[in-house]
């Protein structure tokens, strides 16, 4: 039986109380308020630095994500170890120089994405390509980035706005599970229409780093290769400025989405008492969702998605939903059954109780392909994200208020509870979600 309680925010002094008593063991499968704090704090404090996928910090996340699945019985998904790595390649421009006609352009009026070590051209020796004042911005930067080729591009001022986008978009480089081509694109804001003289000069510096998935499964008894997978990303978006500057410039990230991962270690702490798993239980936690899902993107080309059941992608469960306390909403519910089989499930145990998993109250946000869900629904497997936060109007998103003392931890144990209530059908194997129509590869570009 689920109890709800009533919702209850918990404060920094709360926090400090919290660990200065010493707390009674509870069972592995008790979900409590207390765990579901000491799995936030650690991983949300300030020494993760925001947990950015290619800083430090995020290895002292990764490393507890590790020992509390070991500690929760989880076997290693990837051989012996719990962590997947994979290989990123980030490219940052140097200094460019651009000049037309024996004038220099204003920094602020070009900007330069590629992976060319170096990069020298004058009018005879690249591309250029235009963008008057009636074009489709969009659709020609497109083009040019899936064709790969270097090219100075021309810009009408009329499309400042757009450019202006991509140029900010693009400022601090661009990154890539594949090594790119060495070539460049060069998008430069003018109604310059003649050019008798073309300098650009600069380059890109590459930088390869190592990340990590981090993964652990409980083994089902009678089809083992049968996978529900409970997800949520580790990474956040790190710091900026000096952390010892006197003013805050961590970005903790403890709603986005260390209360996901928490969420993601207390479901395999329960599982791992109960006995009648049929089907095995992969519990993962991405890298690099925020530089574009490219943890899940990764993972998603290393399995066989025919054996992915169901994927409950935990995403923002720290503040309580517009439908109210320790209730939670689910993206994508049209695209498959899975939303109404939970549904299901709940009825008996909350039948004097209005509460149902809603669907997603914001498509304008479209947020079914802005989570890892999303790598594997483009595979087939029925993968939503499962939220509570009103992100329409959540002022601490992607800020450095993303504290843990923003968090709502009762209203938050409660989702956790349900979905651990939920999701037991189709473990057992009571119940299998339809598949979901595979979406089309995301386009890789040669350039961002």
Not at 327 to 345: D, F, I, V
């Amino acid at each position: 039986m689920i109890t709800m309680r009533k919702s209850g925010q918990t404060t920094l002094s709360a926090l400090a109380l919290f660990f200065a008593q010493s707390l009674t063991p509870v069972s592995a499968a008790e979900i409590t308020v207390e765990q579901v704090l000491a799995d936030v704090v650690a991983l949300a404090s300030d020494n993760t630095l925001g947990r950015a996928a290619d800083g430090d910090g995020i290895k002292i996340a990764e490393q507890y994500i590790s020992e509390e699945f070991k500690a929760a019985g989880l076997q290693p998904f990837f051989g012996q170890s719990y962590l997947q790595g994979f290989n990123l390649f980030h490219y940052q421009a140097d200094p460019f120089s651009v000049a037309i006609n024996d004038t220099a352009i204003s920094p602020e009026q070009f900007f330069a994405v590629g992976s060319a070590d170096n990069v020298d051209w004058d009018q005879d020796n690249v591309t250029i390509t235009r963008i008057e004042k009636d074009d489709d911005f969009r659709a020609i930067v497109t083009g040019l980035n899936s064709r790969g080729e270097n090219s100075l591009v021309l810009v009408d001022s009329v499309h400042q706005q757009l450019f202006n986008g991509f140029a900010n978009y693009l400022k601090s480089g661009t990154k890539s599970l594949t090594k790119r081509n060495g070539n460049a694109l060069v998008l430069v804001l003018t109604d310059t229409q003649e050019i008798s003289q073309l300098s650009v000069k600069g380059g890109f510096t590459q930088q390869q780093v190592t990340l990590n998935n981090v993964a652990g499964v409980l083994k089902g008894k009678t089809r083992p290769n049968e996978y529900v997978v409970f997800s949520a990303h580790h990474d956040h978006i790190g710091f900026q400025g000096e952390t010892d500057s006197g003013t805050d410039t961590i970005y903790n990230g403890a709603n986005d989405d260390a209360s996901g991962v928490s969420a993601v270690i207390n479901l395999a702490r329960f599982y791992r008492a109960m006995e009648n798993r049929e089907r095995s239980i992969l519990f993962i936690t991405f890298t690099a969702e925020e530089m574009g899902l490219l943890g899940s993107e990764y993972f998603g080309k290393t399995i066989n998605a025919d054996e992915m059941i169901a994927m409950f992608n935990i995403e923002m469960i720290g503040k309580a939903s517009q439908f109210g306390p320790g209730k939670m909403w689910m993206t994508g519910m049209e695209r498959s059954n899975l939303g109404e089989l939970l549904n299901r499930n709940l009825s008996e145990p909350l039948k004097q109780s209005d509460y149902r998993i809603e669907a997603d109250p914001y498509p304008d946000y479209q947020l079914f392909y802005r989570s890892d869900n999303a790598s594997l629904a483009r595979l087939g497997v029925p993968a939503h994200s499962i939220s509570s936060t009103q992100i329409s109007n959540d002022q601490d998103y992607h800020q450095v208020s993303d504290e843990i003392s923003t968090l709502d931890f009762a209203q938050m144990t409660d989702i956790i509870k349900v979905l651990s209530h939920v999701s037991q059908p189709i473990v057992t194997a009571e119940q299998t979600p339809k598949r979901i129509q595979p979406l089309p590869a995301r386009s890789q570009g040669y350039f961002f």
